[in-house]
């Protein structure tokens, strides 16, 4: 494989983690159970779209839609637009790692006997994403500090 073909896969596969991560954040990240007396149990999940997650979607956003700028400029890509991408993608990272651990759901419940907070899997399953989403677009960028900024060769056949 070379260079550019491995840049171009490491880009893919960080676009392809941002839109994953876009849908996880969707999901219950974070849980809080209320039991009082043993009458009555309570349960509310919030997403990620709160708090930090809120930040690392729209992050996300930016980068997938910076990251198809040289698509629709069938021109080289330069330094300066893998560097704004690999600076989103740990951002993106950076947030997502901070909303999984940081976030909370909350219930208001009078005389509540015991609230019980809890991080779901899919806080976790952002953690992995975002990682894979700063890898991605950091080994790109690394690609083109190499040198490799041509664009991907594309056979074209008639029939």
Do not use: C, N
């Amino acid at each position: 494989m070379d260079r550019r073909t491995i840049r171009d896969v490491a880009a893919t596969v960080a676009a392809g983690a941002g839109v994953l991560l876009l849908a996880d954040l969707s999901l219950g990240w974070h849980e809080v159970k209320v039991a009082t007396a043993g009458i009555v149990d309570i349960s509310a999940t919030s997403s990620g779209w709160s708090g930090l997650g809120l930040v690392a979607g729209l992050l996300t956003i930016g980068m997938l839609v910076y990251m198809i700028r040289p698509l629709r400029h069938k021109g080289s890509i330069d330094i300066v637009q893998a560097a704004v991408a690999a600076v989103l993608g740990l951002a993106v990272f950076g947030f997502a790692t901070a909303a999984a651990l940081t976030g909370s759901a909350s219930i208001k419940a009078p005389e509540a006997a015991v609230e019980i907070g809890a991080t779901m899997w899919p806080a976790y399953v952002a953690i992995a994403l975002g990682a894979v989403v700063a890898g991605g677009v950091v080994t790109a960028f690394a690609l083109v500090m190499r040198g490799v900024t041509a664009p991907s060769r594309v056979i074209h056949t008639s029939g």
